[in-house]
């Protein structure tokens, strides 16, 4: 079985331009997370998503970035326009059912975002 | 609020050697207790797990114990190999069911020939 897949894997950007990032989940995984991982920190929640709906997007900076699921399956997170500090790693996860807990979080290899 | 301390690295060590990588937390009630390793290149795995207190983890010769009395989850191997080189993170969510995860800042561990 195929696991979370997120592309690119690497993004050099100059800053003020825009980005996007996309993810497939595990076939069949209902709930979808983005999380972004600084350098040297660990993961922190972005935006999660039961099928194609935002269920908690209360850490998301919604001034720039902006995430989508439109058919519940597979998932896109933009920033516009990226700034400096947005370099970090952008995760994706998945988890097989809306009341999953923690351990059933399955991550992507995630995409490792520039900004110059 | 929920937080994560787990030791700095980076962690070098010979193949064979015992490793202790201590983890510390903050949180109310009774959370769940996870290690996670990210080998290079990939995303994050699930090593080994937690849910109340005195329970053990183990997973590949890992294991951790949740210590309540000292809100710790030490993640403990008798003898490590070159294929655990990766970097290991704590993490805890507020409990049974809850998706949350809080997590440490990760140490990397390179285990040398």
């Known amino acids: 079985e195929a696991g979370v897949v997120q592309s690119p894997r690497y993004k050099i950007i100059e800053k003020k331009q825009p980005v996007a990032f996309w993810c497939n989940p595990i076939?069949?995984?209902?709930?979808l997370y983005w999380y972004l991982q600084n350098l040297g920190q660990g993961p922190e929640l972005l935006i999660r998503?039961?099928?194609?709906?935002?269920?908690?997007d209360s850490q998301l900076p919604k001034d720039r970035f902006s995430a989508e699921r439109l058919k519940g399956v597979d998932s896109t997170l933009k920033i516009q326009p990226a700034e400096l500090g947005d370099s970090a790693v952008y995760l994706c996860?998945?988890?097989?059912?809306?009341?999953?807990?923690?351990?059933?979080?399955?991550f992507g290899p995630g995409t490792r975002l520039t900004v110059l | 609020g929920n937080s994560v301390t787990q030791m700095e690295g980076p962690v070098t060590l010979s193949e064979e050697a015992f490793l202790t990588i201590n983890c510390t937390y903050t949180?109310?009630?009774?959370?769940?207790l996870f290690w996670y390793v990210q080998y290079p290149g990939e995303g994050l795995q699930l090593l080994l797990k937690?849910?109340?207190?005195?329970d053990k983890g183990s997973n590949k010769g890992f294991e951790a114990t949740y210590r309540k009395e000292t809100t710790s989850f030490h993640l403990e191997k008798g003898s490590v190999q070159v294929s655990d080189s990766a970097v290991y993170f704590c993490a805890l969510s507020s409990g049974a069911g809850s998706y949350q995860l809080t997590f440490g800042k990760g140490t990397k561990l390179s285990v040398i020939p």
């Open positions: 076939s069949g995984h209902n709930t």
């Open positions: 937690a849910t109340k207190a005195d």
């Open positions: 996860a998945s988890s097989p059912r809306t009341s999953g807990g923690a351990d059933e979080q399955f």
């Open positions: 998503y039961e099928n194609e709906e935002a269920v908690d």
């Open positions: 949180a109310t009630g009774y959370p769940s």
